[in-house]
C-alpha cells in the first residue's frame, strides 16, 4: 500500500514544487537504487509540477479530454460519472523517462473549484422550497396544458441535479478516487496550493503525512504554526491519521546571516507549537538542505533532455557538493524518516 505525502506552505514560492518533483524523480530512478513506483498528483491550479513532467502538447490534450483534477472534481460535482482515474493517469513521465512514476494532472481551472464549493454550500435551496416550487410548475402545466414551454421554464428555474454538497463528505473525494489504485505504488507525492481550502483538506485527508518546505526567512516559516494546529485540529475532527513529517529548508544560502539565524531558531519556535498542542508528536526540521540554484530551477524545464538524474539537477558545485548530491540525499532522508514514522 502507498504512502501518501502533502507538500504543504502557506506561502508561494518556496520550492514546494520544486521539491515533489525532484524526489518524485529521485525515488523512481533507477540510478540512484530506490526503484520506488511513484504518482505524483499536482492539486496546484499554477500546473507547475505537471508541466514540469510532461510537455505542453501532451498537457493541453489531457486537458481536452477531461482528464485533469480539476474534471475530477467537477466529475463529483455534477455527479456525472464519467471520470475514469485510469484514463487520467499519465504513465512514466519526466523528461528523464522514468519507469513508474505517474501523473495526475492540473489544469489552471481547479481554481474553480474552491469557489464551487463555498458558493454550493452556502447557497443550496431548501429541500423542501425544492420541492414546493416543482409541484407549482407541475400544477401549472397541467392547468394551461402547455407543458412543453413550462418544462424548459421549469429546467430553467430549478436547480440542476448536481450533487449536494456536505462539507464533512467533500474532503474525503479524492481519498476515496485514491483507494483502489494504492496498491499499484510505494508513494504517491501531492504538490498542494497554498493555502487550507477545500483542495488541500482533500490531499490532507488522503494522506499519511504532510512536509512543509520553507525558505530560511520570516515571511516563508510565518505559516508553520497555522497548519500544524490547523492539521491538527482536522485529525482530530475527522480521525485523521496524519502526521507532520517534517520542515524542509530549500533555496538554502550558506553565506546568508539571516538564513542561520533562523535556522537556528527554527526548531526552538517549531517545538513551542508542538508544546501548545497537547499531545502532537514531535515535528522534525530535515538534516538535508537544499541551497538557492539557478540550476535547480532550470531542471524544472521539460524541455530540456538531460541524459542522467545527475545531469538534470546539476554538476555546479554549492557548499563543496554538486547540486545532485543535495537532492540524493534529501531523496534518503525522506524515505528513512518515512520508515521510521511507519514503525512508530
Request: proline content about 6%.
Amino acid at each position: 500500500m502507498a504512502t501518501i505525502v502533502s507538500l504543504i506552505n502557506l506561502k508561494g514560492g518556496v520550492g514546494k514544487t520544486t521539491t515533489t518533483v525532484q524526489l518524485a524523480e529521485a525515488l523512481a530512478c533507477p540510478d540512484l537504487g530506490h526503484r520506488k513506483k511513484v504518482l505524483v498528483i499536482d492539486l496546484d491550479p499554477q500546473t507547475n509540477a505537471t508541466v514540469a513532467l510532461i510537455d505542453e502538447k501532451t498537457w493541453k490534450k489531457v486537458n481536452e479530454e477531461k482528464n485533469t483534477l480539476f474534471h475530477l472534481f467537477e466529475d463529483w460535482l455534477e455527479n456525472s460519472g464519467k471520470f475514469s482515474l485510469g484514463e487520467a493517469i499519465l504513465k512514466n513521465v519526466s523528461n528523464l523517462r522514468l519507469q513508474g512514476l505517474d501523473l495526475l494532472a492540473s489544469s489552471i481551472d481547479l481554481v474553480k473549484i474552491d469557489e464551487n464549493i463555498w458558493h454550493r454550500i452556502f447557497s443550496q435551496p431548501h429541500k423542501k422550497n425544492v420541492r414546493e416550487f416543482k409541484g407549482f410548475i407541475g400544477r401549472l402545466a397541467g392547468t394551461l396544458r402547455i407543458w412543453g414551454l413550462l418544462k424548459n421554464v421549469q429546467d430553467e428555474l430549478l436547480p440542476r441535479r448536481h450533487r449536494p454538497v456536505n462539507p464533512h463528505e467533500f474532503p474525503s473525494i479524492l481519498r476515496d478516487q485514491l483507494l483502489p489504485i494504492l496498491g499499484q505504488y510505494d508513494f504517491v507525492l501531492i504538490d498542494c496550493p497554498p493555502n487550507l481550502g477545500p483542495i488541500t483538506c482533500n490531499a490532507l485527508e488522503a494522506s499519511d503525512f504532510y512536509l512543509i518546505p520553507v525558505i530560511p526567512d520570516i515571511l516563508s516559516t510565518y505559516g508553520i504554526p497555522q497548519i500544524i494546529k490547523t492539521v491538527f485540529q482536522k485529525k482530530k475532527e475527522r480521525g485523521l491519521s496524519i502526521r507532520c513529517l517534517g520542515v524542509l529548508i530549500t533555496k538554502y544560502l550558506s553565506n546568508s546571516g539571516t538564513h542561520q539565524e533562523i535556522i537556528q531558531n527554527l526548531q526552538n519556535k517549531i517545538n513551542v507549537i508542538r508544546d501548545e498542542i497537547r499531545g502532537h508528536p514531535p515535528v522534525p526540521v530535515f538534516r538535508s538542505r537544499i541551497p538557492q540554484a539557478d540550476r535547480l530551477s532550470a531542471a524544472m524545464f521539460y524541455a530540456a533532455s538531460p541524459a542522467t538524474f545527475s545531469e538534470k539537477w546539476g554538476y555546479s558545485s554549492s557548499g563543496g557538493q554538486p547540486l545532485h548530491y543535495y537532492v540524493r540525499q534529501l531523496a534518503a532522508e525522506f524515505l528513512q524518516k518515512c520508515s521510521s514514522a511507519g514503525e512508530a
